[in-house]
């Protein structure tokens, strides 16, 4: 049985080119996100560990602390670091965790539990060591992504999932389609009319199971 939504993230103590951490302590009483890659100094990997870093002010905000991961060494994950400075032009200063021997991965689900990683591997023998997990403060997985090795992830996306989230864990609501902070928010089916006139005041009923309101404040 694989992990799925609102199943506890496994515990685990792994090294990390920051030094070594229990997940749970780690993640303490912040959201998490923790993004996976099949293997340091590749093209997309680099490109979107760029794209985390430049995020760096937006994932703070939002309390929310990132850990990414790659089945490389601590060696290699300090030396790959200069490398995506040098194409993002900002200092990606989260923790890396090192899962030479694939346990992380296979505690998270990432891989068929047989998988190995033969002498002189490539990225082709960890592919599926590429996926995205927000993780809420009471250790539960809040949302999951997986991508393919030849698709870059869009941040932008994962930052407006990490927003709704956030939104919905403090109201009785959904987000609609493409929302974003400032939109319009649905007030959620538990809802009674009589309850959404009270907590939210004037609402639209677009239809009777679709009523649109101002996101809380």
């Known amino acids: 049985m694989g992990l799925r939504l609102n199943d506890t993230v496994p515990n685990f103590t792994a090294m990390t080119d920051q030094g070594e951490i229990t997940f749970h302590d780690w993640i303490g009483d912040s959201y998490a996100l923790l ?22 002010e937006q994932w703070e905000a939002r309390g929310v602390k990132v850990i990414g991961l790659s089945v490389d060494g601590v060696e290699e994950h300090r030396k790959w670091k200069a ?24 505690a998270l689900d990432m891989l068929p539990a047989e998988a190995y990683l033969p002498d002189g591997r490539t990225a082709a023998d960890s592919a599926t060591v590429r996926a995205t997990f927000l993780i809420g403060p009471d250790k539960k997985i809040r949302f999951m992504l997986i991508y393919p090795m030849s698709v870059g992830r869009d941040f932008g996306e994962i930052v407006r999932a990490v927003d709704a989230v956030l939104a919905t864990d403090k109201a009785p ?21 009589d309850e959404a006139r ?15 309101t101002e996101a809380p404040a």
Do not use: M, N
Request: charged share 25%; proline share 9%.
């Open 198 to 212: 009270e907590k939210f005041g004037d609402y639209d009923a677009v239809l009777p199971y679709l009523r649109l």
């Open 83 to 106: 490398d995506i400075e040098t194409f993002s032009g900002s200092k990606p200063d989260f923790p890396i965790i090192a899962d030479t021997d694939l346990a992380v991965s296979k």
């Open 173 to 193: 609501i959904a987000t609609p389609a493409g929302w974003k902070p400032g939109d319009e928010v649905i007030i959620g089916l538990g809802v009674s009319d």
């Open 35 to 56: 993004f996976s890659h099949p293997k340091d100094f590749t093209p997309v990997c680099t490109t979107e560990f760029g794209a985390v870093a430049q995020r760096a």
